[in-house]
């Protein structure tokens, strides 16, 4: 379907915009909001915190190159081991992988950019200053030691005193929160933003996991994200969440710390997956074979993967029925992983030339060999007899680095020779490409092959040494060259980065000959016009597709609101919906990200006051950046295309902030079940403890149905005030007087919570009942204190005359998030006071 352009802008205008939007230098660096520049930036940091992960594990086997070694101390090897761990899989998996979603993503689907480009900026700045300082730490003997799953008591206070696992949890928490903004950038990208034409049934592999990626954190890390509050809420008020004494236990941190751990190794693997699933069509020279089938397994394992996370805790001694219960789902598991894997050997067989053996190949195929090998004995220990000898054991460290670098890192480097000349002017070298996967290749099985060994023969895992006469030490010299070998492969890696890659675009378009869309021809405003799309391949379907695109002749040709924008689609069908107009470069978000980032490092050392201040100033820099992230209507409807014409502004649940604001629910309504999960937990495991006899009564009755009638009523206020502003231009007095009534019911209500149960006497560190009712009033209050920054903020904006039936976009958000804490806090109401009457 071509679509001539209606109508060109003039030139001068085009070079003017890109000029605008050219890279960046100096302070345009930090305001910067283009999806190229910024994923750069994130893949870039996330791969240094790689290459300084990958120096402690080097210093980390040289000490165990031999037994009785003496060159590191202990506390200093628990140390590097902590952190090592910490920054492979929260500061380097995670971000890489999103980083490549910023920076491929809006390619792949012919987008000028993701919709929340000011969203990205914000949540790379929070997750480079806050990795840095938590890195850093090692460097001043404040690094946590409790290893990267942080399991208590040993973290509690008495065991782990000063500051050290303080930077763990308030630092990771915080990165965590940096991650899901991500995550909230990619699904509504993936779900709103593809090219018309291309409907979720031909949307690339690579946009498939990206989406099933960001879901997937949307669901699992606020577990983890709870599970940090309660242990720094302990360790700072002494709140017993896991304090077995008062009713706490420690197993719920393992639940709720590994309910996100599993299913992060997938959040890991899927995208790279996606990625390989993306290189072997071009490089085979034919499609993927069995494409619907992949996109199941990839929905399956998304599934699956949440419930594997007791495979961690087989030797905890939770039921038998338990143990066969996620036994069984561990290896049930395996299965949509091996279809992806036949697919692509199937793809590989089909192509009627053979697989071109570049550097990325190659790379493939040692991610298909390392990670079968990690997926087979992942099925050994999924079978409890075998995980009751192994566990805790150095075959366990190589099980799962069989796994992640295998199933991560191989592919990743894939990624790096693939992609290359999409965004440098000249490709990384395919004879250095060569030595540098054979060393890391050799060097990796060299490393980690011979843990298998020492595992079974009852080598521990997290030891800083060992005697010299039980045996060990010759395998674990061969670990310790392979790791010096497989060092030696990334450093020249190094080398072929520094040699050839620079940012922009030059060389060969479409070198490898591709059939997807992210090889277009495009500049620094992306690319020309935005394709229509009829199938998987267009570009292999459609070769004259690049030379239309570059003439302008399809959706959106050059800029006609004469600035940033791209096209809306349906979610499902991607039928074109409306035009939206981006944010350029700004000061807010970097100044917001690096005042966040004061307000949890200060926590940290607990300067409480200036802590809080950084987090006003973080908060206000917010605001400033959010007003203007609402241009309403002034640019009407625009044709961008022939005989298409669309509007450039939406709200409701059409527009692309109503989708983002409904993933933030789900968001928070996860983290709220991880609570109600824990309540129910702890109730269940120690009654007597929890809650012993003495401790206080729930407070009478009319405490919660006052606090809920209140709750109801400002729900009923900001549905009539809804109803107004679409009926009747609304007067700016009486909607600003109903949304402060409604702001006034929730605190209302939340102060009626507190007061009720400071009446009976219940105190949170009294016992574990105590903590979690007071913790349930905590989840409430950080609800309605971002109602209370948001309520003003509408308030201002209907005042400014930025507000009205059709610019709604402001009140929507506020209404979304308005019903959902009223539903949420309800529920706690039920839970809270309900039910110990029920079961009393």
Known sequence: ???????????????????????????????????????????????????????????????????????????????????????????????????????????????????????????????????????????????????????????????????????????????????????????????????????????????????????????????????????????????????????????????????????????????????????????????????????????????????????????????????????????????????????????????????????????????????????????????????????????????????????????????????????????????????????????????FLPMHLTGLRGMPRRVWTYPGELGWDLLNAVSTVGSYVLGAGVLLFLIDLAANFRVGKGGVENPWGAGTLEWLPNDVYSTRSIPYVTSREPLWDRPSLPQEVQEGHHYLPNAPTGGRETIVTSPIHARPQYVIQMPGPGWPPFLAAIFTAACFLLLTVKLVTIATICGVIAVVFCLVWAWGLDPGPSKGVIQVAKGVRLPTYMSGPTSHSWWAMVVLMFVAGSLYIAYVFSYLFLWVVSPEVWAPAGSPSPPSARWPLSAGALLLAGSGIVWLVSQKLEKVAASRVSVAAALLLSLACLVASLALEVEGHLTTGLRPGDNAYGAMVYLGVVLFGQLVLALVVMGPFTIARHVAGKLDAVRRVTFDNYMLLYHYTVAQSLLGLGLIHGFPRLIG
């Open 1 to 447: 379907m071509e679509l001539p352009n209606p109508d060109p802008r003039p030139e001068g205008e085009v070079r003017e915009l890109e000029r605008i939007w050219a890279t960046p230098r100096g302070w345009r660096l930090v305001t910067a909001v283009n999806n190229t520049i910024i994923g750069l930036l994130y893949l870039g940091v996330a791969f240094l915190f790689f290459l300084m992960a990958g120096v402690l594990a080097l210093i980390m086997r040289t000490q165990l190159a031999v037994g009785d070694n003496r060159l590191i101390g202990q506390d200093l090897y628990n140390q590097m081991f902590t952190v090592h761990g910490t920054t492979m899989m929260f500061l380097f998996a995670v971000p890489a992988m999103e980083a490549l979603g910023v920076m491929l993503l809006p390619q792949m689907l012919a987008a000028r950019d993701l919709p929340f480009p000011r969203l990205s900026a914000f949540a790379i700045w929070a997750y480079v200053v806050g990795g840095l300082v938590f890195f850093s730490t090692i460097f001043y003997d404040l690094a946590p030691k409790g290893g990267w799953f942080m399991y208590p008591p040993l973290t509690l206070t008495e065991y782990s005193p000063g500051d050290n696992a303080d930077f763990w949890l308030l630092g990771i928490g915080f990165i965590e929160i940096s991650a899901i903004a991500g995550a909230i950038e990619i699904v509504v990208g993936a779900l709103r933003t593809r090219p018309p034409g291309m409907s979720l049934s031909k949307m690339p592999i690579f946009a498939w996991t990206m989406l099933i990626f960001a879901s997937m954190i949307m669901f699992a890390f606020p577990a983890v994200i709870l599970a940090t509050m309660m242990l720094e809420i302990e360790r700072a008020f002494g709140w017993p969440f896991f304090t077995a004494a008062l009713g706490g236990d420690p197993l719920l941190w393992q639940h709720l710390f590994w309910f996100f751990g599993h299913p992060e190794v997938y959040i890991i693997f899927l995208p790279a997956a996606g990625l390989v699933s993306m290189i072997v069509p071009t490089m085979a020279r034919t499609p993927l074979v069995g494409y619907r089938l992949i996109v199941v397994a990839l929905i399956g394992i998304g599934f699956f993967s949440f419930g594997l996370w007791v495979h961690h805790m087989f030797t905890t001694g939770i039921p038998a029925l338990s143990l066969a219960f996620f036994s069984a789902a561990s290896m049930t598991v395996a299965i949509p992983s091996g279809i992806q894997v036949f697919a692509w050997i199937a793809t590989i067989a089909a192509g009627r030339e053979g697989l071109r053996m570049t550097t990325a190949s190659l790379f493939v195929l040692g991610f298909l060999f390392i990670f079968t090998l990690g997926g087979l004995t992942g099925v050994m220990v999924a079978m409890v007899p075998f995980d009751y000898q192994v566990h805790d054991t150095y075959f366990v460290v190589a099980h799962f680095h069989y796994v992640l670098i295998g199933g991560f890192v191989f592919p990743l480097f894939a990624t790096f020779y693939y992609w290359a000349p999409l965004f440098s002017r000249r490709p990384l070298s395919e004879r250095l490409g060569r030595w540098v996967f054979w060393l890391m290749f050799i060097g990796f099985n060299l490393a």
